[in-house]
């Protein structure tokens, strides 16, 4: 069966950097497009990035666009989060996914993604 397993989520400090990884197993990895979402406390989960089968096409949330960075290694079936500038409003469970199509738009929206990671929690301090 598919599984999604992220780690690299704890406690950084406001203006710090973290990085988080998300393995993928039971799948044709580099068939799939991938997502990063997370769920603040009381909030819906939302959108941070998603990146093509390739990897050659990304795509951002405006809160993060330029701090974050989404990346992907076809050959380990892991895609990755590099989280720079953190700020205290970044504080959530991360949660990667897989499946999203690219067409027509970027998979920005939850049902997207076929696919789900158990989440990461990632706690900034100010």
């Known amino acids: 069966q598919v599984q999604l397993r992220e780690s690299g989520g704890g406690l950084g400090q406001a203006g710090g950097s973290l990085r988080l990884s998300c393995a993928a197993s039971?799948?044709?990895?580099?068939?799939?497009?991938m997502g990063w979402f997370r769920q603040a406390p009381g909030k819906e989960r939302e959108f941070v990035a998603a990146?093509?089968?390739?990897?050659?096409?990304?795509d951002y949330a405006d809160s993060v666009k330029g701090r974050f960075t989404i990346s992907r290694d076809n050959a380990k079936n892991t895609v990755s989060l590099q989280m720079n500038s953190l700020k205290s409003e970044d504080t959530a469970v991360y949660f990667c996914?897989?499946?999203?199509?690219?067409?027509?738009?970027?998979?920005?929206?939850?049902?997207?993604?076929?696919?789900w990671g158990q989440g990461t929690q990632v706690t900034v301090s100010s």
């Open positions: 990146i093509s089968w390739s990897g050659g096409v990304t």
């Open positions: 039971g799948v044709t990895f580099m068939s799939y497009a």
């Open positions: 996914a897989l499946g999203g199509s690219w067409r027509p738009t970027p998979p920005v929206a939850l049902k997207a993604y076929d696919y």
